[in-house]
């Protein structure tokens, strides 16, 4: 197994928006978004989330995302709520 290849899977985690349907997660990979309505996100950070029961965590329709925050230390606080709240 390649090690370096191997992805972590979150249950949540903060990602930057940095134009229509394109983002950066948290491991610093740069990924294409797309939501269920079509709309892009304005650009900004974000607080992602999953369904329970969703086993790869694409950044597709089933991804809510809370925000836009200014900053990852303004996001914070709600990864740190959902952490709660699921813990």
């Given at each position: 197994m390649?090690?370096?290849?191997e992805?972590v899977?979150?249950?949540a985690e903060?990602v930057?928006?940095?134009s229509h349907c394109?983002?950066?997660?948290?491991?610093?990979?740069?990924?294409?978004y797309w939501r269920?309505?079509?709309?892009?996100?304005?650009?900004?950070y974000?607080?992602?989330?999953?369904?329970?029961g969703?086993v790869?965590r694409?950044?597709?329709q089933?991804a809510?995302f809370?925000?836009p925050?200014?900053s990852?230390?303004?996001?914070?606080p709600?990864l740190d709520?959902r952490?709660?709240?699921?813990?």
């Amino acid at each position: 197994m390649n090690v370096e290849h191997e992805r972590v899977v979150l249950d949540a985690e903060i990602v930057r928006v940095i134009s229509h349907c394109r983002l950066i997660d948290s491991q610093s990979e740069e990924h294409i978004y797309w939501r269920r309505d079509g709309q892009g996100l304005v650009a900004g950070y974000y607080v992602v989330t999953w369904p329970a029961g969703i086993v790869l965590r694409c950044f597709d329709q089933h991804a809510v995302f809370q925000g836009p925050f200014q900053s990852p230390a303004d996001a914070q606080p709600a990864l740190d709520e959902r952490s709660l709240t699921q813990g």
